[in-house]
Nanobody, 121 residues
Framework: QVQLVESGGGLVQAGGSLRLSCLAS????????MGWYRQAPGKQRELVAR???????NYADSVKGRFTITRDNGKRTVSLQMNNLEPEDTAVYYCNADMVRSAYQMSQDYWGQGTQVTVSS
């Protein structure tokens, strides 16, 4: 069974920092893009940051210069360093990965269970 397990959410004051991590586990052949999405109450889920298998990144305009996404292909992890957090960053953050389980399967999108990030003003 393939899973994405997130960790690192929590409560922080505005201006503070948090680091989210996500581990991909199970029988995995290839991991393509990995990323972080977030969903605030009453809003649609949105892309925060994404990183390709070779390290190319893209960010939502609202987090550029404050958030940094990295990955460790050997450990099958993706992390999101969030600095200078704002109350508007409050949301449930979801890890996402496009993965192939075997040579006989197409790639599929997988999601973590989500981790809450709350930024107080």
């Amino acid at each position: 069974q393939v899973q994405l397990v997130e960790s690192g959410g929590g409560l922080v004051q505005a201006g503070g920092s948090l680091r989210l991590s996500c581990l991909a586990s199970g029988s995995i052949l290839v991991i393509y893009n990995m990323g972080w999405y977030r969903q605030a109450p009453g809003k649609q889920r949105e892309l925060v940051a994404r990183i390709s298998s070779v390290g190319s990144t893209n960010y939502a305009d609202s987090v550029k210069g404050r958030f940094t996404i990295t990955r460790d292909n050997g450990k099958r992890t993706v992390s999101l360093q969030m600095n200078n957090l704002e109350p508007e960053d409050t949301a449930v953050y979801y890890c996402n990965a496009d993965m192939v389980r075997s040579a006989y399967q197409m790639s599929q999108d997988y999601w973590g269970q989500g981790t809450q990030v709350t930024v107080s003003s």
